[in-house]
């Protein structure tokens, strides 16, 4: 490894240790060595580091943090909506993903003589929603009428905190398109928001009294709802 290379590891090692705030949205905020913030622009000064190097830390590093926060989170989603909904209907739910995630869904739910195929995307993320979908995902929602697309709001020890259902057409409205033969698309990134959603599960079989006792699920939204900004009013 080079000097300038041991220098880089350095900071990436400082900016991985320090997480600031800004790090988890960097892929949206900083898109040149113009946009770096300042704490990398003051320890690249101090490693006497070029500004196309904080750049490619900062990536690199945003990158690392962000594939481990997304499998901790995910997983997590998924569990507390098993949870949830193994609350309302015993015994009818199976978390097909703990095993195998390879079905193109996550959760099945056998309620009332209807099996649903739920795919979770989980944030905690209060002021934009973005999670990536992947091709064979996006295929199986397409070919499966009872697969649905869920986003479940995480509070800060993630448990959860809202919970919605991605409106299928949007899903078709942003796939990529492949042009060619000679390549073709995997996964997708989706920003979307309110406009997107639908709060709750309102799919499922609900009855007045679950409105108060299953809530979140219900409505999207429980007791201890923190504020989600891409989360649609209910009303």
Known sequence: MTAQGRREYLLASLL??????????????????DDLPQDIERWSEVLDLPASSGLRVVRRTSGKIDLARRAQVGSAGEIALCEL??????????????????FGYDISASIQEVEWHLEVKSTTRRGRLSFFL?????????????????VVGLNDVLGASCVAEVD???????????????ASWESARYDLGGDHLVPGLAFLPWDEADTTVHSLLALGTGS????????????
Request: proline share 6%; charged share 30%; net charge negative.
């Open 85 to 102: 909904l193994e609350a309302k209907w015993p015994g009818a739910i199976h978390h097909v993903a703990e095993m195998d995630d390879g």
């Open 224 to 235: 201890q709802y923190l504020d989600f900004a891409w989360m649609p009013d209910r009303s």
């Open 134 to 150: 992947s091709r064979h995902e996006f295929e199986t929602g397409l070919a499966d009428d009872n697969w649905r697309l869920l």
């Open 16 to 33: 991985e240790a320090a997480d600031p705030p800004w790090l988890e949205n960097a892929d949206v905020l900083v898109h040149s060595s």
């Open 168 to 182: 299928k057409s949007t899903l078709k409205q942003f796939a990529p398109a492949d042009r060619t033969t000679s």
